[in-house]
């Protein structure tokens, strides 16, 4: 029954093109034979013990939450070595595209978007559900208008409690290594805390197009992180709330981190910056962009014309080359 599974997808579903690819899975864009509602399919590879692990993970938080922030699950279909999980289809283009993508960028505007991010990390860690790899890139628009909402996908690497009690946590190093929060890389027991991190790292690459632990090599930002050691370089175009907002999240004790619910009633969110200069902080947020992106095409030419050097996922600089547009480059 199991091997017939996928061949009810193929009865219901249009297969249209594959828009993206992962360690155990591939994304697939579908529409629906009778609604021509256009949907996402990703298929979950369950062969091996590691895949087969990703995706009772997957499944399991997917099943479980319903909330405008986070991607829907309309339904599954499984055969004997894959599972397909059709979900809503995110148009919108990613966080740091839209802001590329503006020709216009203030702190109101990251505002609106951390202030649903805030939403729906509160609606996961109060069902005891930890995302562990928060990042610009699995945040994606709804649609294309500027009224879209922003929804929190892929859902590979969280880890959520048997029961829901707050001392809950996990040691298991993943994610993407420049959002990772102090305590997973001293191997400290981590909690919701962590993706709290990874909310400021993200707030504060989308007000400067930079990242907070930005050095060259991997030994370095693993101290650069393990310190906490960041500074706004000397950019007084960002008003104090919002350095305060990032200084509450990217404080290396996680019991002093904010908490989502606390983000959200935090007085530069409340206020959706209304003390900011209004200035607009697109020019230097591509600028910076622009260089990252460079820098990160150069290393990735580099790594593939040197012996045994290769990348088992698209890092964040990689993304980064891929998000901007070509011009930018040159």
């Known amino acids: 029954q199991k091997c017939a599974v996928s061949v009810h997808m193929c009865f219901r579903y249009d297969i249209k093109a594959l828009i993206g690819r992962g360690s155990f899975s591939r994304v697939i864009r579908a529409e629906h034979r009778n609604t021509r509602q256009p949907f996402a399919i990703k298929l979950l590879e369950v062969k091996g013990r590691e895949g087969h692990e990703a995706c009772q993970v997957e499944l399991g938080v997917l099943r479980r939450v319903n909330h405008s922030n986070i991607i829907h699950l309309a339904e599954v279909f499984e055969t004997q070595h894959r599972v397909y999980l059709v979900l809503e289809l995110a148009t919108g283009g990613e966080l740091l595209e839209r802001v590329v993508a503006r020709g216009t960028f203030r702190e109101r505007d990251a505002t609106k978007a951390l202030m649903m991010v805030s939403g729906g990390l509160r609606y996961l860690h109060t069902l005891g559900v930890i995302h562990r790899d928060?990042?610009?890139?699995?945040?994606?628009?709804?649609?294309?208008?500027?009224?879209?909402?922003?929804?929190?996908?892929?859902?590979?690497?969280?880890?959520?409690?048997?029961?829901?009690?707050?001392?809950?946590?996990?040691?298991?190093?993943?994610?993407?290594?420049?959002?990772?929060?102090?305590?997973?890389?001293?191997?400290?027991?981590?909690?919701?805390?962590?993706d709290m991190w990874a909310l400021g790292v993200i707030t504060y690459i989308l007000l400067s197009g930079s990242l907070p632990f930005?050095?060259?090599?991997?030994?370095?930002?693993?101290?650069a992180i393990l310190r906490g050691s960041y500074s706004f370089h000397g950019d007084a175009s960002l008003s104090t709330l919002a350095k305060s907002f990032i200084d509450r999240l990217l404080t290396l004790e996680p019991e002093h981190r904010m908490t989502a619910e606390k983000t959200l009633k935090h007085p530069w969110l409340v206020s959706m910056a209304a003390c900011s200069s209004n200035k607009n902080l697109h020019r230097s947020i591509s600028r910076n962009l622009q260089r990252r992106a460079s820098r990160a095409s150069s290393r990735c030419l580099s790594s593939r014309s040197t012996p045994g050097l290769h990348y088992k996922k698209k890092s964040t600089d990689q993304h980064l080359c891929s998000v901007l547009p070509h011009s930018f480059l040159h």
């Not at 996908?153 to 707050?166: L, M, N, Q, S």
């Not at 930005?214 to 101290?223: G, I, K, T, V």
Request: proline content about 6%; aromatic content about 8%.
């Open 134 to 194: 928060l990042k610009p890139e699995n945040l994606l628009y709804y649609h294309p208008g500027q009224d879209s909402r922003l929804i929190i996908t892929d859902f590979g690497r969280t880890r959520r409690t048997v029961c829901e009690t707050k001392d809950w946590a996990v040691r298991t190093l993943c994610g993407t290594l420049e959002y990772l929060a102090h305590e997973m890389l001293a191997r400290r027991p981590c909690s919701s805390a962590a």
């Open 214 to 223: 930005d050095q060259s090599s991997r030994p370095r930002l693993f101290r």
